[in-house]
């Protein structure tokens, strides 16, 4: 069992290093929070279900890539620690500028006695008679089609899972990474979908730029940790 603790919390870090940025994917959970929680909590899953399968495919093809280029091992390593430096250097570098606020939050409609035609958001109505909450499936389905047009996320992973492509070669170990992966995914995004309905979009600026500062930290700590050792030149 504490083998496989190894790569479940490289896992989680890596996870973490992804999914921590706050984005406009993030902005976008926290304003679906806002409106509802339970569509709020779908599209989180959305989210992480992505990081997952990304994850899942870079860990399956990267043992694949590395055992093809076994004589020059090191310099992938350090060719995926470059590409992993330089997600890390962009987002740092953006973090630097002001992250544009979300837009507020439609009004509330007034709340009306029970039964009435203008029932709160949060209570479901039959339909026809008042407002329909959005189904948690469409939620689910939007968010995961969003995060999965960002390339950056698979080059991540691709460049992560390749350079440790020896360490993953095992089932165990590469199941390991990837509960690590995913738990830690959903596990940030829920913690937005509570702040989210708890705080609104009403997040300071200086709170969403250190998740910046955190997150490609965690990055660009890994790019290190797999940099060494450097590759010969003799």
Same mark, same amino acid.
């Given at each position: 069992?504490?083998?496989?603790?190894?790569?479940?919390?490289?896992?989680?870090?890596?996870?973490?290093?992804?999914?921590?940025?706050?984005?406009?994917?993030?902005?976008?959970?926290?304003?679906?929070?806002?409106?509802?929680?339970?569509?709020?909590?779908?599209?989180?899953?959305?989210?992480?279900?992505?990081?997952?399968?990304?994850?899942?495919?870079?860990?399956?093809?990267?043992?694949?890539?590395?055992?093809?280029?076994?004589?020059?091992? !090191?310099?992938?390593?350090?060719?995926?620690?470059?590409?992993?430096?330089?997600?890390?250097?962009? $987002?740092?570098?953006?973090?630097?500028?002001?992250?544009?606020?979300?837009?507020?939050?439609?009004?509330?409609?007034?709340?009306?006695?029970?039964?009435?035609?203008?029932?709160?958001?949060?209570?479901?109505?039959?339909?026809?008679?008042?407002?329909?909450?959005?189904?948690?499936?469409?939620?689910?389905?939007?968010?995961? $089609?969003?995060?999965?047009?960002?390339?950056?996320?698979?080059?991540?992973?691709?460049?992560?899972? /390749?350079?440790?492509? !020896?360490?993953?070669?095992? $089932?165990?170990?590469?199941?390991?990474?990837?509960?690590?992966?995913?738990?830690?995914?959903?596990?940030?995004?829920? /913690?937005?979908?509570?702040? $989210?309905?708890?705080?609104?979009?009403?997040?300071?600026?200086?709170?969403?730029?250190?998740?910046?500062?955190?997150?490609?930290?965690?990055?660009?700590?890994?790019?290190?940790?797999?940099?060494?050792?450097?590759?010969?030149?003799?």
């Amino acid at each position: 069992m504490s083998e496989l603790m190894t790569p479940a919390l490289a896992g989680a870090v890596a996870g973490l290093g992804v999914a921590m940025p706050m984005g406009a994917m993030s902005v976008l959970l926290l304003q679906e929070a806002l409106r509802h929680r339970r569509t709020a909590m779908a599209a989180a899953a959305g989210i992480a279900v992505v990081d997952l399968g990304y994850a899942a495919l870079a860990t399956a093809l990267g043992p694949w890539v590395a055992s093809h280029v076994s004589p020059v091992e !090191a310099w992938v390593r350090l060719a995926s620690a470059a590409i992993l430096l330089a997600i890390a250097a962009r $987002g740092l570098s953006a973090s630097a500028r002001p992250v544009p606020s979300a837009p507020p939050p439609p009004p509330a409609p007034p709340a009306l006695e029970a039964g009435g035609p203008g029932r709160s958001p949060d209570s479901s109505a039959a339909p026809g008679t008042g407002t329909r909450t959005r189904p948690a499936a469409r939620a689910f389905a939007r968010y995961v $089609g969003l995060t999965a047009l960002n390339p950056t996320t698979a080059l991540y992973f691709a460049a992560l899972t /390749t350079a440790q492509g !020896a360490t993953l070669g095992s $089932g165990p170990a590469g199941a390991a990474f990837l509960l690590g992966v995913g738990a830690a995914s959903l596990l940030w995004q829920q /913690t937005l979908v509570v702040l $989210g309905s708890l705080a609104g979009t009403r997040i300071s600026d200086t709170a969403r730029v250190w998740t910046f500062r955190l997150g490609y930290g965690l990055v660009a700590a890994y790019a290190l940790k797999i940099a060494f050792p450097l590759p010969s030149l003799a």
